[in-house]
């Protein structure tokens, strides 16, 4: 199973389109700001399964974080900054090993990182799907009988 995952995307849906016309995932992971944006990039793609959350620029209801199982993988989707992301990965390595996950997927601090498990949990941050502060990106994972591939885009 492909998934796109996209972050800090802070209006620029068309981006996120575009990539998925041309990744053509399976699945789409939103680790919010802006909550709003992944709310119309479901709208744009219904059938598209998308787990949509909140960040620290949301202000409309929604999760903070998901557990979200795929094809025997389970992923920590959060946005971020309650975990403290720009202050080091502690936090998130925290809360993946606490929730038993395969994969944390965060954004928050708009820098890719792609960071295999070694004594926890696969730490991955798609970058900004907006490009603001740095160039636009996003990430994509592919879960195959439960084994993870990962890249930055």
Not at 36 to 54: E, H, I, K, N, T
Request: hydrophobic share 40%; with cysteine.
């Amino acid at each position: 199973m492909k998934i796109a995952i996209f972050s800090d995307s802070h209006g620029q849906v068309g981006r996120m389109a575009a990539a998925v016309e041309r990744e053509r995932p399976d699945r789409v992971f939103f680790l919010g700001d802006n909550l709003r944006d992944g709310q119309a990039l479901a709208g744009r793609y219904p059938s598209l399964p998308m787990d949509v959350l909140r960040g620290n620029c949301d202000w409309e209801a929604g999760p903070d974080e998901l557990l979200v199982e795929v094809e025997g993988a389970r992923f920590l989707l959060v946005h971020g900054h309650l975990q403290r992301a720009k202050s080091g990965l502690d936090g998130l390595m925290a809360a993946g090993r606490q929730a038993g996950v395969d994969m944390v997927c965060f954004g928050h601090t708009h820098q890719g990182l792609n960071l295999p498990a070694g004594a926890g949990p696969w730490l991955f941050n798609p970058g900004t799907a907006g490009g603001v502060r740095e160039r636009p990106g996003y990430g994509v994972v592919e879960v195959e009988s439960g084994k993870l591939s990962a890249w930055l885009k």
